[in-house]
């Protein structure tokens, strides 16, 4: 299984990004049955999480993101994204995808996201 992030890029503060993810080569029943998440982390700074959505569609924000970033998924797709509005200057982060299933975990390879003041 490989996860593909893709989205980032230079934003000015206030704009908007979709992160994506891709869960490439994983079975439906799998990936319908995973915990998704969303981590970021800065240079130096340890992994901390963004949004995590379970296999029921729950969703739990940040409260640095909480009303700005929306986490969603299309099982079907194998398709997790990160809609990300009102973005800040402290936004500005390597984000990483991840998918749970069990003792399965997987790490996407990290998306940069920049917002510039």
């Known amino acids: 299984v490989q996860l593909q992030a893709f989205g980032g890029g230079l934003v000015q503060a206030g704009g908007s990004l979709r992160l994506s993810c891709k869960a490439a080569?994983?079975?439906?029943?799998?990936?319908?049955?995973?915990?998704l998440a969303w981590y970021r982390q800065g240079s130096g700074e340890q992994r901390d999480s963004v949004a995590t959505?379970?296999?029921?569609?729950?969703?739990n924000y940040a409260d640095s993101v909480q009303g700005r970033f929306t986490m969603s998924r299309d099982n079907a797709k194998r398709m997790m994204y990160l809609q990300m509005t009102r973005l800040k200057p402290e936004d500005t982060d390597v984000y990483y995808c991840r998918v749970t299933f069990g003792a399965q975990d997987y790490w996407g390879q990290g998306t940069l996201v920049t917002v510039s003041s």
């Open positions: 080569r994983m079975i439906l029943s799998t990936f319908s049955g995973s915990t």
């Open positions: 959505v379970d296999p029921r569609g729950n969703i």
